[in-house]
């Protein structure tokens, strides 16, 4: 079937604005991770769900991100009171058992 | 916080072999070494990954040393399309529970026609 999906593709928004991030998972898998890469930098794991729990929250930057899965399908992770250091792309993966299959990513440009 | 020192860059010429180290000095019994790359603008493709014995599959060899402390991915024929960074990461099996992958700074493989 189809890959991970992310929407949107692309996110522009001001500062001090909310932003929500769509991940669609494949089919069937278990397991979803949400990570951030900023410009030239490396991944930096944020947050990852077993079914609809989140076990490991530990990379959350701060209290202005969080995040949902509902169903044990989609998620969403929210971004309140956007700051200028959001700007990343933030890509969304999942996975059954071993492998991570990721997304395209949203590309979160905070002015 | 990554387990696993790469070297920053490397350049390989088109057709030839690429190998790429990865040192995990600290690895436990029950971590597995796994290999992604990432090809720019693109999320994480995910390639290899072993225990203690050499695997082998469409995409690449991965060779870990008898002591595990560490291992090299090989490309057998490198192509312009395997330009990418390439990440090294040490990970329990899945099945004892998802465990999130922790990406360091990987290797930045030039390949060059």
């Known amino acids: 079937g189809a890959g991970v999906s992310q929407s949107p593709s692309n996110k522009v928004t001001e500062k001090g604005k909310d932003v929500e991030l769509r991940c669609d998972p494949i089919?069937?898998?278990?397991?979803l991770y949400w990570y951030r890469q900023s410009l030239g930098q490396g991944l930096e794991f944020l947050i990852y769900?077993?079914?609809?729990?989140?076990?490991?929250k530990s990379g959350l930057p701060s209290d202005r991100f969080s995040a949902e899965r509902t169903g044990g399908s989609v998620s969403t992770l929210t971004i309140q009171r956007t700051q200028q250091e959001d700007s990343a792309v933030y890509l969304c993966?999942?996975?059954?058992?071993?492998?991570?299959?990721f997304g395209p990513g949203t590309r979160l440009t905070v002015l | 916080d990554a387990k696993t020192t790469q070297p920053p860059s490397m350049d390989c010429a088109e057709g030839r072999a690429a190998n790429l180290p990865c040192n995990h000095s600290?690895?436990?019994?029950?971590?597995?070494v796994y290999w992604y790359r990432q090809i720019h603008s693109q999320g994480p493709q995910y390639i290899i990954h072993?225990?203690?014995n050499n695997e082998t599959n469409e995409m690449a060899s991965l060779i870990i040393t008898e002591d595990r402390k560490s291992s090299t991915l090989i490309l057998p024929h490198a192509t312009l399309r395997d330009t990418a960074v390439y990440y090294c990461?040490?990970?329990?099996?899945?099945?004892?529970?998802?465990?999130?992958?922790?990406f360091g700074q990987g290797t930045r493989l030039t390949i060059n026609p």
């Open positions: 769900f077993q079914g609809n729990s989140a076990p490991d």
């Open positions: 072993g225990l203690k």
């Open positions: 089919s069937g898998h278990t397991a």
């Open positions: 990461i040490v990970r329990p099996d899945i099945i004892q529970g998802a465990q999130k992958l922790v």
């Open positions: 600290t690895i436990s019994g029950n971590e597995y």
């Open positions: 993966a999942s996975s059954r058992r071993t492998e991570l299959f």
